[in-house]
């Protein structure tokens, strides 16, 4: 059963730092993998995917990497900014994945200090 | 702009009475998911639909129902509320085929 891992659960930064969050998986057999926000008490918004062929996706400022072997993800946000504060979950849709069912992680909540 | 709607954002309930969760979508979309939100637990999927009329279980289907009588409404039903189903309801959809769903703004369930 597939399942889906982010590490840390919650985040703080100096506003300007470069971060890393990460995502992992256990079952390589992925069709893709999305990088999701979602703000305090509102639903999700699609930020980044990434096919299972492809190793990375770039969005402004925002950098998803896909390593399928390994089961991992990461998600590359340069030089931070308070706005980016809120939750960030990743999902993987399976590789059986006509459903369009999606397997999400627990997310991490980060915080930029101004 | 799809805009996903739901028909309450906070909502309050006792024990033992039947709940409805209305998830509205105005972009003609066949695909409806609902999910459900726990600290800790992320999202997951309680049902979805592909159709008028058809539905499928997700992972944690119990205590639940569903009903897709009009394409672009979406309900979800507790039968008999229960304190563990306190917890963030958040409804989706999408194209068929399509990697993209769209989010509604979510329901705050409370069942004291």
């Known amino acids: 059963k597939q399942e889906v891992t982010q590490i840390p659960a919650a985040l703080s930064v100096p506003e300007g730092e470069n971060l890393v969050l990460n995502c992992s998986f256990t079952?390589?057999?992925?069709?893709?993998l999305q990088w999701f926000r979602q703000d305090p008490g509102k639903g999700l918004t699609s930020l980044l995917l990434?096919?299972?062929?492809?190793r990375e996706q770039t969005s402004g400022r925002l950098n998803a990497s896909l390593d399928k072997s390994s089961g991992r993800s990461t998600l590359y946000i340069a030089a931070s900014q308070p706005g980016d504060s809120a939750t960030y979950l990743c999902a993987v849709r399976p590789g059986s994945g006509n459903t369009g069912k999606l397997i999400f992680g627990q997310g991490t909540t980060l915080q930029v200090k101004p | 702009d799809v805009k996903v709607t739901q028909s309450s954002r906070y909502l309050v309930k006792r024990t033992g009475e039947k709940v409805f969760l209305e998830c509205v979508q105005d972009?003609?979309?066949?695909?409806m998911f609902w999910y459900r939100q726990d600290p800790g637990l992320g999202l997951r999927l309680i049902y979805f639909?592909?159709?008028?009329?058809?539905?499928e279980k997700g992972d944690i289907p119990e205590g639940y129902s569903v009903s897709r009588e009009k394409k672009e409404r979406f309900s979800l039903i507790l039968e008999s509320a229960s304190t563990n189903q306190t917890s963030m309801y958040l409804c989706?959809?999408?194209?068929?085929?399509?990697?993209?769903?769209?989010f509604g703004p979510g329901t705050r369930l409370t069942v004291l």
């Open positions: 639909s592909y159709d008028v009329k058809m539905k």
């Open positions: 079952d390589s057999a992925i069709y893709n």
């Open positions: 989706a959809s999408s194209l068929p085929g399509s990697d993209t769903q769209y």
């Open positions: 990434i096919q299972s062929s492809q």
């Open positions: 972009m003609d979309h066949e695909n």
